[in-house]
């Protein structure tokens, strides 16, 4: 009987590779959107040497993996529009939807220093200043000081690196299906060799 089952291996995995991937989705910046990109990009073409070299239902793993996440990447980095003309299918997909959502909840974990005028009276301005008037310093420029600012991750690469998990997560899924489906005609193949037998 073909059932489902999960290892506390697989589990681990599961658990590891969502909390990888929260991780660097809150903290996206253009460096690590890059290098998730590129590491997706290394594990499906490595997928496609699992589909030539191994046999059985590993073969059908690594085939599975490779059709299903090449898919992905094929719509979310195409450069194409909808049939109707109505954007880019990327727009469509329900992970970007996710991604948005995800993004619009997403912690403020960047800050940015910033120079501002400091005016009299403001909070931030301690002791006494006996040369400054209105503001100005003695050379005549203006007081400044640092504001830091927290801002949400950097939109581009949050995307990025979303659609980079998502379409490892998506090509795991598929490599899934595949083995299973493997598993499942060869079992009718070993009980129609019995029958026939």
């Given at each position: ?177 595949a083995r299973r489906g493997h598993r499942r005609l060869a079992g009718?193949?070993e009980a129609d060799l019995v029958k026939s037998g």
């Open positions: 009987m073909l059932g489902t089952r999960f290892s506390l291996r697989g589990l681990f995995g599961v658990v590891s590779f969502l909390a990888v991937s929260c991780g660097l989705i809150i903290y996206a910046t253009p460096l690590l959107a890059i290098a998730t990109f590129s590491a997706m990009l290394v594990v499906m073409l490595t997928a496609i040497l699992g589909a030539i070299y191994n046999r059985g239902d590993r073969r059908a793993f690594w085939t599975g993996f490779a059709l299903f996440g090449f898919a992905y990447v094929w719509l979310f980095c195409g450069n194409w529009q909808m049939l109707d003309g109505s954007g880019h299918p990327r727009d469509h997909l329900l992970s970007t939807t996710f991604l948005t959502w995800c993004y619009s909840k997403a912690p403020f974990t960047r800050t940015t220093s910033t120079m501002v005028p400091l005016t009299p009276g403001i909070s931030g301005m301690t002791g006494p200043a006996p040369m400054m008037v209105r503001g100005m310093m003695p050379g005549g420029s203006p007081a400044m000081t640092m504001t830091t600012v927290a801002t949400p991750p950097d939109w581009s690469a949050f995307m990025t690196t979303g659609h980079s998990l998502f379409t490892l997560a998506f090509a795991f899924f598929g490599g899934v299906i009718r193949s």
